[in-house]
């Protein structure tokens, strides 16, 4: 590499050498992991993707990969969704002990591309002999990807084999619907502060397994049993082909009565059902909620919003890891509100799902529970305006305060602590949704051998509590911004946005 000017063809020439010292190889990371279909039907959502950087295909070779299926089962195809955008071609099929494997290939132009997603098709036979209800593995193995001119792992292969579930089930007008009953644990600032705020206090996943549309459902929900929460809203599945009967519904003040479907809020995968939308106060907690929801269409899945947060990848779980409390619209059935002030007692709702038009089986009553845990502080989300600057220069610094990066985490009585590294000084301090009160000097402090000065402040929101959610479902999230200008004296380093 050499850098030149026009005046001067060549100037400081300096040559770089890169060599390898261990192999590269690829993953499969398992993106659907299950499906159920009828006997005579073919798998549609299966899914696998390679994971890794991308790379320089040698012009003219084959990318590779190995399905492994059951003997008595039909691979009527792999589609690969994101590199080639086609079906692989069939290279060879063995079998043994009953397992077929097939290998697939790819023509390879030479191009600099990523990875492939692959999303397999087999099919169950009509003439099947297998039990309704039994299950069988596909497995994918041995990718394999051609790299130009990379010495000495030219041949880039997989490290490890994705493994996927498909159920089968027979009979006349089958259905297979997936639910999970889940525990959420929520922030509970309500136990020593306010309930100005709604988290999530139980939810239920439900996926429509089939291509074929559910027998017409219902779902009532006897919420907060234990009476420690204001309910202040409840969602039910939505999709737009669903047809929705009256809400019937009874609240904490006695109250009671009939709702038009026409309240609903919908978005994604749900329905929300707010104490407002009633007719009710905004601290009149909702205790009861039946509608019909006709049939559930096919392969409804309000399943893969959460799936990534379930704790483990096992279907039997039963929490959902911290970090997302509130997206109401990822939750087909989800209770939504806060702890009654001074409470912390687990919010138990049972819910029962089921063809409408019978009685409601034990099979059919599943149980909800929202947890407390004490309040955290967590990371807001910010930037920095400029990457690089000289001593005398100045930045900003802008972001918001109640954000954890993957959701809001509600704040009450906010508190920030200005951060300066020796030579720098701020100006400008600027928040929304709040009062700043006047600085309070903290003092001066030694963090990793430098020295740094520490203000605090108070902000003034009452009573009231921001980040998703408020009482109304609406959010009221908090910026910060305010500017850094560094002396000619500054230490020469690279600073990270959490230094001030």
């Known amino acids: 590499m050499s850098l030149s000017t026009d005046a001067t063809p060549t100037v400081d020439a300096r040559s770089f050498n890169a060599k390898s010292t261990e192999e590269f190889r690829y993953n499969f990371w398992t993106d659907q992991s299950t499906e159920t279909i009828n006997k005579g039907d073919t798998t549609i959502s299966l899914m696998a993707s390679i994971t890794g950087g991308k790379s320089l295909t040698e012009a003219g070779s084959k990318t590779t990969v190995e399905i492994e299926y059951p003997s008595d089962i039909e691979l009527v195809s792999l589609e690969e969704t994101q590199l080639y955008h086609r079906n692989g071609t069939v290279v060879s099929t063995t079998e043994s002990g009953g397992i077929k494997t097939t290998k697939l290939e790819w023509d390879e132009p030479g191009s600099y591309s990523g990875t492939p997603v692959f999303k397999p098709h087999v099919k169950v036979p009509a003439s099947s002999t297998r039990a309704s209800g039994s299950t069988f593995n596909i497995v994918l193995r041995n990718f394999k990807k051609t790299i130009w001119d990379d010495t000495p792992n030219v041949d880039r292969t997989s490290s490890n084999v994705s493994t996927m579930i498909v159920k089968m089930i027979d009979g006349v007008d089958p259905e297979q619907v997936t639910s999970h009953a889940l525990t959420d644990t929520a922030v509970n600032w309500a136990y020593q502060k306010y309930d100005t705020y709604n988290v999530r206090l139980g939810s239920m996943l439900i996926k429509n397994e089939l291509t074929t549309p559910t027998k017409p459902k219902t779902i009532e929900m006897t919420i907060d049993e234990t009476d420690t929460a204001i309910i202040r809203g409840v969602t039910t599945p939505y999709h ?65 919003p959460q799936r990534d947060l379930l704790d483990t990848w096992n279907p039997n779980n039963k929490f959902i890891s911290d970090g997302e409390y509130y997206g109401w619209s990822y939750i087909p059935n989800g209770v939504y509100g806060s702890w009654k002030v001074g409470t912390n007692a687990d919010v138990k709702t049972t819910v029962k799902f089921y063809t409408t038009g019978t009685t409601p089986t034990a099979g059919d009553t599943y149980h909800l529970t929202g947890k407390s845990k004490a309040p955290e502080v967590k990371n807001g989300v910010g930037t920095i305006n400029k990457t690089q600057i000289l001593g005398g220069n100045s930045f900003t610094v802008s972001g918001r305060i109640d954000d954890a990066n993957w959701d809001w985490n509600p704040l009450q009585e906010p508190e920030i602590y200005v951060i300066m590294p020796e030579g720098f000084t701020y100006s400008n301090l600027q928040v929304t949704e709040g009062t700043l009160s006047a600085p309070t000097y903290v003092g001066e402090f030694e963090k990793d051998g430098d020295k740094i000065k520490v203000w605090k402040y108070s902000i003034d929101i009452g009573q009231e509590t921001r980040g998703q959610y408020q009482p109304n479902f609406t959010s009221k999230n908090m910026t910060v911004k305010f500017d850094v200008h560094a002396d000619k004296t500054v230490k020469v380093a690279t600073y990270h946005i959490n230094d001030f």
């Open 240 to 304: 737009t082909d669903m047809v929705y009967g009256n809400i019937y519904w009874t609240s904490a003040s006695g109250a009671s009565g009939v709702a038009s479907s026409s309240i609903l809020q919908k978005s994604n995968v749900s329905a929300l059902i707010t104490n407002t939308a009633l007719g009710l106060d905004i601290n009149d907690s909702i205790k009861s909620i039946k509608v019909d929801l006709g049939p559930i269409p096919a392969q409804y899945d309000g399943v893969r």
